[in-house]
């Protein structure tokens, strides 16, 4: 079992910035890619980043240049950091895995999700 629980959603402001964190059971991190997606109201949930099982990194068109994803092995921990945020940036924002070392192509590829933290960019 892939236990993976989101935090560090919230309010934020355009053109401000938010680091998201996903805490997996141990040994994930190691061995399986850790996607994020995100789903805004009324849209598919669809795939922001990833970071594989070597450290190869995936970015969406719409984030490229404005997000980054890393993570620390010694936390269990994959972070997601947001700048340059915008309205349409809006949405649930999920971590998850397809229990494989390489990136998913989409959210088919998928077989454990977290639960979701929500960032709402708004004035």
């Known amino acids: 079992q892939v236990q993976l629980v989101e935090s560090g959603g919230g309010l934020v402001q355009p053109g401000g910035s938010l680091r998201l964190s996903c805490a997996a059971s141990r040994f994930t991190l190691s061995v399986y890619a850790i996607g994020w997606f995100r789903q805004a109201p009324g849209k598919e949930r669809e795939g922001v980043s990833c970071?594989?099982?070597?450290?190869?990194?995936t970015y969406a068109d719409s984030v490229m240049g404005r997000f980054t994803i890393s993570r620390d092995y010694a936390k269990d921990t994959v972070y997601l950091q947001m700048n340059s945020l915008k309205p349409e940036d809006t949405a649930v924002y999920y971590c998850?895995?397809?229990?494989?070392?390489?990136?998913?192509?989409?959210?088919?590829?998928?077989?454990?999700w977290g639960r979701g933290t929500q960032v709402t960019v708004s004035s």
């Open positions: 998850a895995t397809p229990r494989r070392s390489k990136c998913p192509k989409s959210r088919h590829d998928i077989t454990n």
């Open positions: 970071i594989s099982s070597n450290d190869g990194t």
